[in-house]
């Protein structure tokens, strides 16, 4: 993904904005922290975040409903991350 937004800085005039939207996952049932791997990712490209949003999910997908069926222990996560970031 550094690529990709590397490219993104490399195409974007200054004062251009990249907006990403990100979630945390479970992986070997302990969350990941995407929304801020995400952003440091931003950042070591030369991205300053601007704004933050955190919205929360109405609705579970599918498969994240059988993950919690099958491992009840885990945290439940019901929110996603809007990064909006501006080239200086």
């Known amino acids: 993904m ?4 590397y ?3 490399k195409v974007l005039k200054s004062g ?3 907006i990403v939207m990100a979630k945390p996952f479970i992986r070997n049932r302990k969350p990941v922290d995407l929304p801020f791997h995400t952003y440091i990712l931003l950042s ?3 991205f300053v975040l601007e704004e933050l949003y955190k919205l929360r999910l109405k609705i579970k997908s599918f498969w994240r409903l059988l993950y919690y069926k099958k491992y009840s222990d885990i945290p439940v996560i019901n929110h996603e991350y809007v990064l909006v970031c501006r080239k200086p």
Do not use: A, D, T
Not at 2 to 5: L, R
């Open 2 to 5: 550094f690529k990709v937004y």
């Open 7 to 9: 490219e993104c800085w």
């Open 16 to 18: 251009g904005r990249i």
């Open 44 to 46: 070591r490209c030369g």
